[in-house]
């Protein structure tokens, strides 16, 4: 089993997508946010089933789709992976700063 690490930042990222949901409906932002920790748990038992992320040339960085949202990660070793950020697919990815 791989050890799943959050970043600081992917934690805010879920905080505000919360918080940007909330505005019309607190029960809609706690099943979204569930969906996207849910989906992580994956991870542990099966780090490569995100595909690569195409925005970027190694195949270290990778992505599980959730909805709308991006939930991009790094291999950092056989026994860790890092959450980098929860990113809206409509939103650019190449222009945010993630390590």
Same mark, same amino acid.
């Given at each position: 089993?791989?050890?799943? =690490?959050?970043?600081? /930042? *992917? #934690?805010?990222? @879920?905080?505000?997508?919360?918080?940007?949901?909330? !505005? $019309?409906?607190?029960?809609?932002?706690?099943?979204?946010?569930?969906?996207?920790?849910? =989906?992580?748990?994956? /991870? *542990? #038992?099966?780090? @490569?089933?995100?595909?690569?992320?195409?925005?970027? !040339? $190694?195949?270290?960085?990778?992505?599980?789709?959730?909805?709308?949202?991006?939930?991009?990660?790094?291999?950092?070793?056989?026994?860790?992976?890092?959450?980098?950020?929860?990113?809206?697919?409509?939103?650019?990815?190449?222009?945010?700063?993630?390590?």
């Amino acid at each position: 089993m791989v050890q799943v =690490k959050w970043a600081q /930042l *992917a #934690k805010d990222d @879920l905080k505000e997508i919360y918080f940007y949901i909330a !505005r $019309d409906s607190v029960k809609f932002a706690k099943i979204q946010t569930l969906k996207i920790r849910d =989906k992580s748990k994956i /991870l *542990a #038992k099966h780090p @490569l089933f995100g595909k690569p992320v195409p925005e970027y !040339r $190694d195949n270290r960085y990778r992505e599980l789709i959730e909805g709308r949202y991006r939930i991009i990660y790094k291999l950092v070793n056989e026994t860790r992976i890092d959450i980098l950020t929860i990113h809206h697919s409509a939103k650019n990815l190449v222009e945010r700063k993630m390590e």
